[in-house]
C-alpha cells in the first residue's frame, strides 16, 4: 500500500511538473493555425524608453476581461499623449483615445479619437478626429478621416482605405498588407491617391521569438500587425521570449511610440 500510494504520489508530481513546465511554453503550432489569436502568456506592464534628454514612462492598466484600458505617461505632449481604450458589454473596443489630460478622464481634450463599427463581429470602419475636447466632435475636414478594412481568413487587416469624407476630391489612401507562409507581415504598401508608385516596405523576422504586439488582440488591431514572430530582435528576454530590453535605431508600438530604446516590464501568469 505504501509503494503504491509513493508511486501515485510520484506520479501526479510529474504530472504536475510537466503542466508546470507547458505553461512557460509558447504554443508555436496554436499561433500558426489561428495567427488573429492573442498568446496571453503575459501583460506588458510598462514601458521605459530612454532619449536624450529624459526617460518616458508608458503604464499598462487592463480590465477584468485582460485587455488594455490606459496607458498612463509620465510626460503628456503634443504628438505623445496617454492613451484610453473603450469597450460596449460585449467587450469590443469602440472607442480609442489619444488624451491630454493628466487624469485621464474622458472630460479632456484629444490628440485623436476612434470610433469603431461593426458587421460580423469584424470592425469595418474606424471614424477618426483629431484635435478636439471630449465629447464633442471635431468638425474640421483636414482632421476627420474614414477607414474601412477588409480581412481574409484569419481575420486579419489586409486592406485599410482611407477617405476625408468632407473632402472627396482629396484622393483616397490605400493600405495593404502581405503575410507570408509564417504568417508574418512580410509586405506593405501605401498608395497615397495622385501618386505613381507605391511606398513599399518589406520585413524580416527572427522566427524563434514571438511578436509583442501579440500580448493583446488590442496591439494587434490598431497597429494593424497580426505578426507572430518579432521584426527586432531584443538584447535580453523573459522565459517567453518576450523582449525585456531593446536597443536598436527605431521602433514604433503604439501610435507613436519609438521604443527602439527601452526596457519592458510584465505581469505574466
Known amino acids: 500500500m505504501k509503494k503504491t500510494l509513493l508511486l501515485m504520489t510520484g506520479l501526479c508530481f510529474v504530472i504536475v511538473l510537466l503542466q508546470l513546465s507547458g505553461c512557460n511554453k509558447i504554443d508555436w503550432n496554436d499561433l500558426l493555425h489561428h495567427p488573429d489569436k492573442a498568446d496571453k502568456l503575459c501583460d506588458i506592464k510598462k514601458i521605459s524608453i530612454y532619449r536624450d534628454l529624459d526617460t518616458l514612462i508608458c503604464k499598462f492598466s487592463y480590465n477584468n476581461w ?7 505617461l509620465n510626460h503628456i505632449a503634443t504628438g505623445q499623449p496617454g492613451f484610453r481604450f473603450i469597450y460596449d458589454n460585449k467587450h469590443r473596443l469602440t472607442d480609442y483615445l489619444g488624451l491630454y489630460g493628466a487624469d485621464y478622464t474622458l472630460n479632456n481634450y484629444y ?31 483636414y482632421l476627420l478621416l474614414l477607414t474601412t478594412f477588409e480581412y481574409d481568413n484569419y481575420n486579419r487587416i489586409v486592406k485599410a482605405v482611407q477617405t476625408y469624407p468632407l473632402l472627396p476630391a482629396i484622393p483616397s489612401t490605400i493600405e495593404t498588407y502581405t503575410y507570408n507562409g509564417d504568417n508574418n507581415l512580410e509586405k506593405y504598401t501605401r498608395l497615397n491617391g495622385g501618386d505613381a508608385t507605391p ?56 501610435y507613436n511610440l519609438d521604443i527602439g530604446k527601452s526596457t519592458l516590464e510584465y505581469q505574466c501568469r
Open 66 to 72: 485582460g485587455d488594455p484600458d490606459q496607458v498612463v
Open 111 to 141: 490628440e485623436f479619437w476612434h470610433q469603431y463599427v461593426y458587421e460580423n463581429g469584424k470592425i469595418v470602419r474606424d471614424t477618426m478626429r483629431g484635435l478636439g475636447e471630449y465629447p464633442n466632435r471635431s468638425t474640421n475636414p
Open 199 to 254: 511606398y513599399v516596405v518589406t520585413y524580416t523576422y527572427n522566427v524563434s521569438k514571438p511578436n509583442l504586439h501579440r500580448t493583446s488582440r488590442i496591439w494587434m488591431f490598431v497597429d494593424r500587425n497580426y505578426s507572430v514572430n518579432t521584426p527586432v530582435n531584443a538584447t535580453a528576454y523573459n522565459q517567453y521570449g518576450l523582449p525585456l530590453k531593446y536597443d536598436v535605431a527605431h521602433y514604433e508600438f503604439l
